[in-house]
């Protein structure tokens, strides 16, 4: 399985770029390919990236990849056109990974679970059970409502899926100029079912300042950080 790691966003809610920002000794985005490449069935990376950072972040890469091929690519204006541009490196066949550089927490066999369960469904993502109190807010910002949240989940990444559906599902979001904000979304969009894999690990995104010294924490629970 390819993986594709998504590391062109601009971390505007960050003030910084977050994927080079330190975390435990090394770098977000360092953390979030050394995960993947620990996955035994992971065989390469294509990291889509902003042009201005394409040679500092594959040198990171690189560091982080356990050896394994890794190619950079420009990314675009939007994620969906990122995601286009890594699709386009990839051989018909198999199945590819994308996940987001921004996710340094994911674990190997929360990988490999999910590609297990893409394998014997076609697509398959890592997801979370909702369990927060959803509440809707009103132009004024006061509660306006309550949101059920039976059936909710987050969703994750990965998301894997063949190579075939997910270049079929993109395909029609490019031609359609549809805006998709992950993967799943634009498999939806031709009536295919996506399995959720239960992931119960911490597998956040880092959004805000404040995310980086809760994922240090989190390393270190599981005797992760500094590693080499």
């Known amino acids: 399985m390819h993986a594709i790691v998504v590391a062109a966003g601009s971390s505007r809610r960050m003030g910084f770029d977050k994927l080079l920002a330190p ?127 039976t059936g909710l989940w987050a969703m994750q990444t990965p998301q894997i899926f063949s190579n075939r559906l997910i270049r079929e599902a993109y395909a029609q979001v490019l031609e359609e100029g549809a805006l998709v904000t992950d993967e799943v979304s634009a498999v939806e969009r031709l009536g295919r079912p996506v399995a959720l894999y239960h992931n119960g690990e911490w597998n956040m995104k880092i959004t805000f300042p404040q995310d980086i010294a809760l994922a240090e924490t989190i390393l270190a629970s599981r005797g992760k950080a500094g590693e080499a």
């Open 23 to 149: 975390l435990a000794g090394r770098s977000v985005l360092w953390h979030s390919i050394r995960a993947l490449a620990k996955c035994a069935e992971v065989t390469g990376f294509t990291l889509v990236v902003r042009s201005e950072l394409i040679v500092e972040m594959r040198g990171l890469a690189e560091s982080a990849s356990l050896g394994k091929a890794v190619s950079i690519v420009e990314g675009g204006a939007e994620r969906h056109l990122s995601v286009s541009a890594g699709l386009a490196t990839l051989e018909e066949d198999g199945f590819v990974a994308i996940h987001d550089a921004a996710r340094p927490l994911v674990t190997p066999e929360a990988v490999a679970g999910c590609l297990a369960l893409a394998r014997s469904t076609g697509a398959a993502s890592c997801a979370a059970p909702v369990a927060d109190t959803l509440k809707r807010g009103d132009a004024a910002g006061l509660v306006a409502g309550g949101v059920d949240r």
